[in-house]
């Protein structure tokens, strides 16, 4: 009860960090796409703060129907499709103050950094089942805001300016993930994992065990890349081929289960489906080339794995 | 088969480089049309799973407090610590981030993240090893250490997680193993998955030492030709 309380509010949060951008985006008349970015901002907030606004008192009832939250999505694709939300001008700081600040702040400023990830870990360890771990990143995150305005004087405007800057760096592809999730779910409800599951079955010759454990972990890198989710692969791939090519044979299904699963994840460091772990970063980091630039260093890495994956389970399991 | 045509889509969209969420959003509505879904339903579907995946955008909140520490000199900061150790290096440097967080993974502490600790902390940090190494570093060479970096980033989180007896991923294999009648206990799953934590510790780092490697010729070389240059000069 807390939790979901408690959990609504982050959302909520994420909502304030959106409404600020398109607050600030409306009221600069520089902005060469000013009311289509602040429209996608708005209604991005929206979906965060109100979709079930009601959970933060119990009250289930009070909330906007999926259908509307689904149109609402569809018309983000419609202004990211037309490149009409565009990034802002910011009052950044210069590189001058920055270099004078961190001289006269010092290594002080690595605590509000560390602090983030440290103060989630001990209040997530303590309080998993009150809290779980979003509700105490969120209260981290307040902790160490706090944290970090003590130690650099900042003001809370220079707070809001800077997520701001963040947030449309980041821009419209922080929603992917989310966005496939909810692929998943209609692919899901569409039967896309039978027709998938029932073709590879036609594909495999039975009886061959190292055939079956390549088929099985390939499988579940592949499936893992067109769907961009090791979770969403790894039930329609175990079901369709783990099962009746691998441990039906004699493999230890908890062997095979748990390898099959981060063979999934070889897929996932080479697909930009994974947008969360490939596609976001090259925005957090800004690099050039968005699609690829973290991919193509994870390539050789991913198919080492998936071949180290394959010997492993065939001797291990077997 | 014609239920695949959603599949098809991204593939297509991805390879046109077409806007990558509105390719998504298409193909979800065009699956469930071909599958004889109302589109209204449709609709809410997506809508419905948009609004429950919401946990996965919960960073949005901690950027305002990484931005602040930005405007006051993080990265100067960082560098300026990492300028004094002369003797790490890029590879060094990534290799022992992975290591961490592989080790972080594995006991499911949230010590990680490309917001909260790559551009904050790891990147800059490499940025003034390899300034401090090699002098001045091309563009090409700095967008290779982010990528590094981002993967180190993944690795660690990917492999580590599942050691976690409470990890999503060793619940998911409990739950769906279940369904298929067959019954394996999450402890189990857990120590399964820590061969696969220790072997990406060691594939990462060889992957980043070789970077150092490469650094080195690249870098190094012409640092030592110039060097000789003005030997010669001098004589």
């Known amino acids: ?318 | 088969m014609i239920k695949l045509i959603g599949i098809l889509i991204i593939i297509v969209g991805f390879v046109l480089k077409l806007d990558i969420l509105a390719i998504v959003v298409f193909a979800g509505i065009v699956t469930g049309m071909v599958a004889g879904i109302p589109f209204n339903n449709v609709v809410e579907t997506l809508g419905k799973a948009f609004v429950e995946n919401r946990y996965m955008s919960l960073f949005i909140i901690s950027l305002p407090v990484i931005g602040l520490l930005e405007r006051y000199g993080l990265r100067e900061r960082a560098a300026f610590i990492i300028s004094k150790i002369k003797s790490a290096t890029v590879g060094k440097l990534t290799s022992i981030y992975l290591i961490l967080r592989t080790l972080a993974a594995m006991f499911s502490l949230r010590l990680g993240g490309h917001v909260q600790f790559i551009r904050p902390l790891i990147f800059p940090m490499a940025e003034g090893a390899a300034k401090n190494r090699y002098g001045n570093i091309e563009e090409d060479d700095l967008e290779a250490i982010k990528g590094l970096q981002a993967a180190a980033e993944n690795y660690g989180n990917f492999f580590g997680q599942n050691c976690f007896v409470a990890a999503g991923g060793v619940l998911l294999i409990v739950g769906v193993m279940k369904e298929l009648n067959y019954t394996v206990e999450a402890l189990d799953v857990a120590k399964a998955s820590i061969p696969i934590a220790l072997i990406i510790m060691l594939v990462g780092t060889i992957q980043f030492l070789y970077f150092d490697k490469k650094f080195d010729r690249k870098y190094l070389l012409k640092l030592n030709k110039s060097k000789d240059f003005f030997k010669n000069d001098t004589n």
């Open chain 1, 1 to 318: 009860m807390l939790k979901t309380s408690l959990t609504e509010l982050l959302y909520v949060m994420c909502g304030i960090v959106c409404f600020y951008s398109a607050y600030a985006t409306f009221k600069d008349d520089t902005h060469s796409s000013r009311f289509s970015t602040a429209i996608f901002w708005t209604i991005l907030g929206v979906i965060f703060t109100f979709s079930r606004f009601g959970l933060i008192w119990g009250n289930k009832e009070i909330m906007i129907p999926d259908v509307i939250v689904g149109y609402m999505v569809i018309v983000l694709a419609i202004l990211s499709a037309f490149k009409l939300v565009k990034i802002g001008k910011y009052n950044e700081s210069t590189n001058e103050f920055k270099k004078t600040m961190s001289e006269k702040i010092g290594n002080k400023i690595f605590i509000p950094a560390l602090s983030l990830g440290i103060l989630t870990f001990i209040i997530a360890q303590i309080w998993t089942k009150q809290l779980g771990s979003l509700v105490a990143l969120g209260i981290a995150t307040i902790l160490s805001a706090i944290i970090a305005i003590i130690y650099t004087n900042g003001r809370v405007s220079e707070m809001a300016d800077e997520g701001r800057r963040l947030l449309e760096l980041v821009g419209p592809v922080s929603l992917l993930p989310q966005l496939l999730a909810a692929l998943g779910a209609v692919f899901a409800a569409a039967g896309v994992g039978d027709v998938i599951s029932s073709g590879i079955k036609s594909v495999i010759p039975q009886g061959n065990i190292l055939l079956g454990v390549i088929a099985y972990c390939v499988g579940m890198a592949l499936f893992t890349m067109i769907m961009g989710n090791a979770f969403a692969a790894f039930a329609v791939i175990t079901a369709g081929i783990g099962v009746p090519f691998v441990i039906a044979q004699g493999g230890n299904p908890v062997i095979v289960s748990a390898l099959g699963l981060t063979a999934g994840y070889c897929g996932t460091l080479m697909t930009p489906m994974a947008a969360n772990f490939n596609i976001v970063p090259t925005a957090i980091l800004e690099i050039k080339d968005k699609k690829y630039g973290v991919i193509k260093y994870q390539v050789p890495v991913a198919i080492v794995m998936l071949i180290i994956h394959i010997i492993l389970m065939y001797t291990w399991a077997f």
